[in-house]
C-alpha cells in the first residue's frame, strides 16, 4: 500500500497542473489512491487549492456505482472513498493546522502571484473569526479554496489542537461521504447512456450552492442580529 501511495504521488507530481483540474482524467489515470492524495494536497497544502475536490468526490461516487466504469470510465471500491476519503482530508487540514502553529502569519508572507493571493489568507481570517472556530472549520470544508487556507489560519491564530481536530473530523466525514455518496446515488439511477458530461457542471454548481447554504444562513442571521442590536450613543460631554 505505501509503494503504491508513493508511485501515485510521484505521478501527481509529474503530471502538469492541466491535468489535475479535470476530475475525469485524474479518476481513470490514478484511481483511488490518486484521490486520497489530491485530497491531501487540497486540504494540507498551500498549493493544493486550485485541485478539483468537489467535482473530483462527485465524478468518484458516480464511478463506484453499479454504472461508474461505464459513464466515467472506471470502477471505483465505495469503501475505499467512504473510508479513506475522510481519512485523508482529516490527515490534510491536521498538517495545514501544525504548519499554521509551527510557522505562524509568516507562512503566509509572499508576494501575490497569478496562483497565491493574500485576499485567499484574508477571506479564511474572515470565516474563522465571523463564525468562530467550530462553525468555520465545518464550513469551510465545502468553500473552494478557503478549506485549504483555513486549516493553517486556524494553527495560526491559535485554536487548539484538539479541538480542531475534532471539528475537522465532522466537517471531513461530511464533506468527503456526503458529495460522495450523492455521486454514487445518482449513477445508481442513471444508464450509460446517460450524457453525464452534459450535467457535471450544473450538477457540481448545485453542490457547491447546497453547501454553502449554512454558511449564508449565517451570514443572514449576524447581520439580522446586528440590524436588531440597539443604538448606543456615546455620553455627552
Sequence with gaps: ??????????????????DFIDPASLIT????IGIWVILFAET????????PGDSLLFLAGIA???????IVGAS?????????????AIAGAQFGHFLGRKYGRKLFDRPNSRLFKGIY???AEQAFEKFGPAKAVVFARFIPIVRTFLNPVAG?????TRQFFIWNVVGAILWTDGIVLLGYFLGGVVDATFPIDKYLVPGIAIIILLSILPVLIEFVRERRRKKN???TTPPAH
Design 1 to 18: 500500500m505505501l509503494s503504491q501511495t508513493v508511485h501515485a504521488v510521484n505521478q501527481l507530481l509529474a503530471d502538469g497542473p492541466l
Design 64 to 70: 463506484a456505482s453499479a454504472t461508474g466504469a461505464s
Design 121 to 123: 489568507v484574508q477571506k
Design 229 to 231: 442590536e440597539p443604538v
Design 44 to 51: 494540507g497544502l498551500l498549493v493544493g487549492f486550485f485541485l
Design 76 to 88: 471505483l471500491s465505495l469503501p475505499g472513498l467512504l473510508i479513506g476519503g475522510p481519512l485523508f
Design 29 to 32: 489515470k490514478f484511481g483511488v
Design 156 to 160: 495560526m491564530l491559535g485554536m487548539p
